[in-house]
């Protein structure tokens, strides 16, 4: 097999993407699927509003077998990224890559599946939660309250395009909430 270099890193690291040998987790796909499924934990704001995708990860084989620089290349919000970088990074080592006889440094991508029943979400289990919550609806913001009153008492998780962090820059007093661990930005499909 051809040699493709993709990048050289810092401190002159050269990375590959087509090798003679690609890393493996050991025991292979299965295996890494069982690892998905026994460690991935969903975080509690993607359970509360029924997020769910597919999320691809690029990362670093390193020479080691150790897993570094895990990044999303899709993003479906709410914590799912943080979550599947920990996953990853986490893992027991896997088997490097081999060119020419050598361990060599791979980047290397795989889906992690964020898979949850979707449904009704309703302001007040939102409210209920220990999260802050803050809508754009058709590129206006908007308090939980006010949200209400322009699509009701429920939506549908299916209805949220995004949920990200969100960092009220304007410091416009409606949408701080200092008692919430976290506020989150629900952007709704139009």
């Known amino acids: 097999m051809d040699t493709l270099k993709t990048d050289t890193i810092k401190k002159n690291k050269t990375m590959f993407t087509a090798i003679?040998?690609?890393?493996?987790?050991?025991?292979?796909?299965?295996?890494f699927g069982r690892y998905v499924s026994r460690n991935?934990?969903?975080?509690?704001?993607?359970q509360l509003i029924g997020?769910?995708?597919?999320?691809?990860m690029t990362f670093i084989v390193e020479k080691d077998g150790k897993i570094t620089s895990a990044m999303p290349v899709n993003c479906i919000g709410a914590g799912c990224e943080a979550e599947a970088t920990r996953l990853l990074e986490s893992s027991i080592a896997w088997k490097p890559g081999v060119q020419k006889g050598k361990r060599v440094r791979v980047?290397?991508?795989?889906?992690?599946?964020?898979m949850i029943d979707k449904g009704k979400?309703?302001?007040?289990?939102?409210?209920?939660?220990?999260?802050?919550?803050?809508?754009?609806?058709?590129?206006?913001l908007y308090t939980i309250d006010e949200a209400q009153s322009v699509i009701?008492?429920?939506f549908r998780s299916e209805d949220?395009?995004?949920?990200?962090?969100?960092?009220?820059?304007d410091d416009e007093p409606k949408f701080t909430m200092p008692e919430k661990k976290e506020v989150?930005?629900?952007?709704m499909k139009e």
């Open 20 to 31: 003679d040998s690609m890393p493996e987790y050991p025991g292979g796909y299965v295996a």
């Open 40 to 46: 991935l934990k969903y975080p509690p704001v993607a």
């Open 51 to 56: 997020i769910d995708g597919k999320l691809v």
């Open 107 to 114: 980047q290397y991508s795989v889906p992690i599946i964020f």
């Open 121 to 140: 979400v309703t302001m007040k289990d939102l409210r209920s939660s220990g999260y802050g919550f803050v809508f754009k609806i058709k590129d206006a």
């Open 152 to 154: 009701g008492k429920s």
């Open 160 to 169: 949220v395009k995004i949920a990200e962090l969100f960092y009220n820059t």
């Open 184 to 187: 989150y930005l629900l952007t």
